[in-house]
């Protein structure tokens, strides 16, 4: 494991920092305001390279490590957490999924496209019972021969009504358990299938989640993934990787809350000096530059062990789970530390500390990581 950074990681840290800055940035406050999705911002990340970072350039990705893909990631979450979140599922979910798990066919027709950002995908696992709980899958795919027939809902979809190619995970036989589970590529417009309305969130305003439905939907057989019964598996490992995105939005949070905090500390004047000259202040940005750090420590250890083919399982979710925490408590305290300014959109560490929370709980909530993580443990 060797955490110094290439020119190569340094020159995509800048290429991300520089396209925060400014694209993101100047809409940030209105998406989040009026739940807009950064249509013209993801464009400019699929030119960039960021839409299929980790795809092998012959299927129209970057061919880049976890390691750019976690620097970029948690650029563009210092500024914009929505871009972010888009940023990952379309990238560690669905792209890593179709390019590790997919037939040369599958890849061509449906990973191309994903990588080089022309549409966006979603991953569709979360069930009204089915969260956590990911074996209780109510969604059947019956197998007709030719063809599947899909029928059932799923939840929290991110990307839900602007992806165009969707991974969908289905009960096919349920005496099977998780073993009689399977993966599905589900195109936008089959008939049966519709998108719900959009879900009005505490935070991560600017992505759209949606519920899906689908209702007698054919989905041929070639669009199955993996050998039946696979899917449960194909989900999991999936997820595995998923969570080092989901750990990157959150140090992004952290790190873009800390260094807003910083700056105010230096400017804002109360008892006759900067509030960064008052101990209470300069201790919890000590607190939270330590927090920050040890979550980079983990988020790169994750990234490094994915590089190096290394099973991520443990380290990506201790990452996310100690990551997620930072997030939310170093928010907490930018807002602290902005004091009344803090709780108004234009300082942007109340929308910072909104958006924080969703890194809890998407891609498993933080329970579910210290079952994998205890779990690691006795293996
Ligand atoms: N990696 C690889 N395989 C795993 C695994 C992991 N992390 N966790 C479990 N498995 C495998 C097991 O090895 C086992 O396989 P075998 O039978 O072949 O041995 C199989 O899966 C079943 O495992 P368990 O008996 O442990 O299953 P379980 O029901 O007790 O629980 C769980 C497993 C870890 C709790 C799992 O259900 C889980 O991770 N739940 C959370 C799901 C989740 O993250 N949902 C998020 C939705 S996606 C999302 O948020 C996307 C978005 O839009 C942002």
Redesign the pocket.
Known sequence: MDFNLTEEHLMIQQAARDFAQNELLPGVIERDEHSKFPTEQVKMMADLGFMGMMVDPKYGGSGLDSVSYVLAMTEIAKVDASAA?IM??NNS?VCAGLEKYCTEEQKMKYLVPLAKGEVIG??C??EPEA?????SQKTTAIDKGDHYLLNGTKN???NGSTASTYLVIAQTDIEKK??GINAFIVEKGWPGFEVGPKEKKMGIRGSDTHSLMFTDVKVPKENRIGPDGFG??F???V??G?RIG?ASQALGIATGAYELALKYSHERKAFGKEIFHHQAIAFKLADMYVKITAAKLLVMKAACEKDEGKDI?HSG?MAKLYASEVALEVANDAVQIHGGNGYVAEYHVERMMRDSKITQI???TSE?QR??IS?GLVS
């Open positions: 979140v990952s599922v979910l979603a991953f696992l979360s969260g956590s709980d990911a074996t929290w979809i991110t998780h073993k449960f598996s989900a999991m490992n997820l595995n998923g989901i399982s979710a998407y891609e498993g579910i079952i994998v779990r």
